[in-house]
């Protein structure tokens, strides 16, 4: 019924709409229409009332209400419909939250987003700072009919899904990836992705794709340790905040066109799209992984998304784990 009253007043604009009328239109009374309307101002939405005009909507929060991405999305897996979208004010983790809905049947494409996270987990064990208001941090949930070893792919889908999405909203600036699924600008960190699976060893049950993005983020607001390797979309933009709502709608819209182009076409076309968007290949790099310290040259990705690094000799050496760091050209 939120939804159907945020629609109903976007639609007059500035006109007002009489509570009476709402009321009749949803089957429910006065008094229902008018708590509803407290509720949603609550949330941010500057609604005017008059008793004898009725109600207008003023102002929209950039919050990532169901409604207000929804709106900005015609998808046919992720969130196709706004029940799937799944908003919290403060949860541990989005990734969290996500995998019990998962564990009890949560079907494919759904979302979970949060104004902030308590507990936001990064790669490797790190953590991921989640300020509220300050970030987009959404997770999905997509049930690929594949095995586990065939699932890298979907992770490199996540980072292209991202670095396309922001710059359809900010096409001024130009985020590239660092593998696997690390976003930069000007070399600096703005977005994160966690990937997580759970499979057997014949089919991946589900994978969940954890994105960070730190967007209207202030350098105060990031960890020291991080102020000087990190940055926001806003930070990037001459200090100009970005709409939340506008940078996650447009990443879960390309998410949904790039994984119903993988199921359909494999995962080339995606290869492919990293490869474009990339800051990685051609460069000399150290490879930090569980056996150690690797140097050379990234060259390319194998046809499971794994990094091809060229060592001293000219051997070529895939990788499908690590952290990259990047040394002198
Ligand atoms: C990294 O670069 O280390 C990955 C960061 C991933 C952060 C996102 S925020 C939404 C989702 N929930 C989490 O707890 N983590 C991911």
């Known amino acids: 019924m939120r939804e159907e009253i945020i629609k109903m007043l976007k639609k007059e604009g500035t006109v007002p709409l ?17 708590k509803i309307m407290r509720a949603l101002e609550a949330d941010g939405y500057t609604i005017e009332g008059s008793p004898r005009r009725g109600y207008r909507m003023l102002q929209i929060p950039d919050r990532l209400f169901p409604s207000e991405l929804d709106a900005k999305l015609s998808s046919r897996i992720i969130a196709p419909v706004p029940t ?11 990734n969290n939250v996500l995998k019990s809905m998962a564990d009890q049947g949560a079907p494919e494409g759904t979302v979970v987003v949060a104004e ?78 966690l990937c997580e699976i759970k499979a057997e060893m014949d089919l991946v049950h589900y994978l969940i794709a954890g994105i960070g993005i730190n967007v209207n983020t202030g350098l105060k607001d990031l960890p020291h340790t991080l102020q000087s390797s ?23 819209q390309h998410y949904d066109e790039l994984y119903c182009e993988y199921l359909e076409a494999g ?3 995606v290869l492919a799209r990293w490869r474009e968007y ?28 794994a990094l091809v690094v060229e060592g001293d000799s000219g051997e070529l050496r895939p990788f499908s784990a690590g952290e990259v760091v990047f040394g002198t050209q």
């Open 230 to 252: 990190a940055t926001s979309l806003k930070l990037e933009n001459g200090d100009r905040a970005v709409s939340r709502v506008a940078v996650a709608a447009a990443i879960l």
């Open 278 to 305: 990339n800051v990685t290949l051609g460069r000399s790099v150290k490879i930090q992984n569980q056996s150690g310290l690797y140097a050379g040259i990234a060259r390319d990705l194998d046809s499971n998304g």
């Open 267 to 269: 995962a080339a076309p």
């Open 116 to 193: 902030k996270q308590e507990k936001g987990r990064g790669r490797l064990g790190r953590n991921w700072s989640s300020p509220a208001g300050g970030g987009v941090y959404l997770s999905l949930l997509l049930r690929p009919p594949i095995p586990p070893q065939h699932a890298s792919p979907l992770t490199l889908l996540a980072a292209v899904a991202a670095c396309i999405g922001i710059r359809a909203v900010l096409p001024q600036l130009s985020p590239g990836i660092k593998w696997p699924n690390d976003l930069l600008l000007g070399g600096r960190k703005v977005c994160g992705i």
């Open 84 to 94: 799937y979208i799944h908003h919290h004010h403060c949860v541990d983790s989005t």
């Open 18 to 34: 009489s509570g009476e009328a709402i009321a009749r239109k949803l089957g429910v009374s006065r008094t229902t229409v008018w």
